[in-house]
T-cell receptor, first 117, second 112 residues
Framework: EAGVAQSPRYKIIEKRQSVAFWCNPI?????LYWYQQILGQGPKLLIQFQNNGVVDDSQLPKDRFSAERLKGVDSTLKIQPAKLEDSAVYLCASSLATGRPRYNEQFFGPGTRLTVL | GENVGLHLPTLSVQEGDNSIINCAYSNSASDYFIWYKQESGKGPQFIIDIRSNMDKRQGQRVTVLLNKTVKHLSLQIAATQPGDSAVYFCAENRSGANNLFFGTGTRLTVIP
């Protein structure tokens, strides 16, 4: 079974530029998550989708971050404009359904490492 | 606020020894916990989980202990191998919620 795919793996941009990350979840997984992992910290949830609808985006800085999952499969996370503090690894995860983690294991992709100069 | 933290940011052990990684949590509403392993350049990988109605759960070479009285979680790795070198995170899930809250992580280094 193929895992969660993410691209690009690395991205370096200057502050105030825009950047986009792409994620393709495990086939058949209805729920998709985007996490931000700052160096030395654990992942923090940014947004959760069920199919093409947003379940939780309470931690997403909406003034600069946006995400979509138009067809309910792959997803794009965008930052515009980027700030220095956005330097982090952006992880995508997927699970079969939405609900408590004990019933819906999350599978993580390798992440995109973003460096903002 | 929520706090899922680890007592030790780094841990070095000799190959073949047992490793113990600790985690403290502060929210008494948390009733489900997961330990993840994250190798360099990879996403977190599920190792073992435990529900709050249990004190101990064993897997292959790993054991998780839960002490709800002091809100403490530990991961024990038996006969640690070089392949166990990674950052380990505990994550908590609160009753009625769907989200996971991750701790800071502990870097385990296995010395051959």
């Amino acid at each position: 079974e193929a895992g969660v795919a993410q691209s690009p793996r690395y991205k370096i941009i200057e502050k105030r530029q825009s950047v986009a990350f792409w994620c393709n979840p495990i086939s058949g997984h209805a729920t998709l998550y985007w996490y931000q992992q700052i160096l030395g910290q654990g992942p923090k949830l940014l947004i959760q989708f069920q199919n093409n609808g947003v379940v939780d985006d309470s931690q997403l800085p909406k003034d600069r971050f946006s995400a979509e999952r138009l067809k309910g499969v792959d997803s794009t996370l965008k930052i515009q404009p980027a700030k220095l503090e956005d330097s982090a690894v952006y992880l995508c995860a997927s699970s079969l359904a939405t609900g408590r983690p004990r019933y819906n294991e999350q599978f993580f992709g390798p992440g995109t490492r973003l460096t903002v100069l | 606020g929520e706090n899922v933290g680890l007592h030790l940011p780094t841990l070095s052990v000799q190959e073949g020894d047992n490793s113990i990684i600790n985690c403290a949590y502060s929210n008494s509403a948390s009733d489900y916990f997961i330990w993840y392993k994250q190798e360099s350049g990879k996403g977190p990988q599920f190792i073992i989980d435990i529900r709050s109605n249990m004190d101990k759960r064993q897997g292959q070479r790993v054991t998780v202990l839960l002490n709800k009285t002091v809100k403490h979680l530990s991961l024990q790795i038996a006969a640690t191998q070089p392949g166990d070198s990674a950052v380990y995170f505990c994550a908590e899930n609160r009753s009625g919620a769907n989200n996971l809250f991750f701790g800071t992580g502990t870097r385990l280094t296995v010395i051959p």
